[in-house]
């Protein structure tokens, strides 16, 4: 085999990777690394932001309680709503998508992607 012929393969090899890759936007198939960078970091830094204020927040709440049972029952409330919280920030990401990524992949990679 040539070089050239080889050039040849290579070269249509490639552009049938770019067609592939394309096919896959066209599909909603496809989430572009920094579209998936920067949901994450929101996401995370959202998140963060809450934890950080758990042990303020907490501590004022269960200062003037005098049951074990009672705090733990304060901090398990206050968990369950730092999961809601993340399950609305991811929700809030996903209705800022375009319609039409936001219609595949609600129930597939985007939540996928977040769960």
């Known amino acids: 085999m040539t070089d050239l012929t080889a050039e040849r393969i290579r070269k249509v090899a490639a552009e049938a990777q770019l067609a592939e890759m394309e096919l896959a936007k066209a599909r909603h198939e496809y989430v572009g690394v920094a579209d998936v960078a920067s949901a994450w970091s929101e996401v995370l830094s959202a998140v963060r932001g809450r934890l950080l204020s758990m042990p303020t927040t907490l501590a004022t709440i269960v200062a003037n309680e005098n049951e074990v049972a009672r705090c733990q ?3 398990e409330t206050y968990d369950s709503l730092l999961v809601s919280f993340y399950s609305a920030t991811k929700i809030s990401l996903i209705q ?5 990524e936001k219609r595949s ?4 990679t985007v939540t996928r992607m977040f769960s």
């Open 96 to 100: 800022r998508l375009p319609e039409s």
């Open 73 to 75: 029952a304060i901090i």
């Open 105 to 108: 992949h609600t129930s597939s």
